[in-house]
């Protein structure tokens, strides 16, 4: 079975911080897909990024990076220079390249706020 | 460019009554379609998905269902709703294994 961890529930920074939240996950597929999704207040999900299992390489796109350690199961974001926009829940989610209908298993989420 | 349309935005409904939801992709063929639902401060839920006309898989035992009459048309439906039934419902496609992308969703609360 699949299982993906987020242990932060809720993350507060100042404006300016650098901010991690952490993603961890369960599976036995030896070729899987990782992702990151943002929900604003306004509800509808975005997607930020895809990485798949067999690229470990690390990845920046402006403000934002990601950390994918295949050794510890673990697919960080990091947020540099925060800003008030950034706040939202942000969700981690594991893909199967096996099941047919490619369902992502999705973390609990860390809803980020960012003061000014 | 792919758009994924859902409505209504908003909907309150009394317990017992009927529903229907609409979600419609549209710039894509034969999509994998998927619906949500997300209680208030919680986690995504997957409650149906699908891989082609007619073909619809139930994630969680409950009164609600799915339909699919037409590729890119997804429908959410019930005939009595329950007060659990109250959340954010999500709709979302995705091609080829890829990532999959979300509407922006109909709140339902059901009074």
């Known amino acids: 079975a699949q299982k993906v961890t987020q242990a932060q529930t809720e993350i507060s920074v100042v404006e300016k911080e650098d901010v991690t939240l952490d993603c961890v996950y369960e599976t036995r597929d030896t070729t899987y897909y990782l992702f990151w999704y943002k929900q604003p207040p306004s509800g509808e999900l975005v997607f930020l990024i895809r990485r798949n299992s067999f690229d470990e390489q690390n990845e920046i796109s402006g403000r934002y990076s990601w950390n994918f350690q295949k050794s510890t199961s673990s697919f960080n974001f990091t947020i540099t220079a925060s800003q008030v926009v950034d706040s939202a829940v942000y969700f981690c989610a594991l893909g199967s390249f096996l099941n047919a209908g490619n369902m992502l298993t999705f973390g609990g989420g860390t809803r980020l706020m960012v003061k000014p | 460019s792919q758009t994924i349309h859902q409505w209504p935005a908003t909907l309150v409904q009394p317990v017992g009554s009927p529903l229907s939801l609409e979600c419609t992709v549209e710039g894509t063929s034969n999509p994998n379609l998927y619906w949500y639902r997300q209680a208030a401060g919680r986690g995504l839920q997957l409650l149906f998905y699908?891989?082609?006309?007619?073909?619809i898989s139930s994630e969680v035992p409950q009164n609600l269902s799915a339909s699919r009459p037409q590729d890119r048309q997804f429908i959410l439906s019930s005939k009595k709703l329950l007060l659990s039934d109250s959340g954010f419902y999500l709709c979302a496609w995705s091609w080829q294994g890829h990532e999959q992308y979300f509407g922006p969703g109909t709140r339902l609360t059901v009074t």
């Open positions: 699908s891989v082609g006309i007619g073909q």
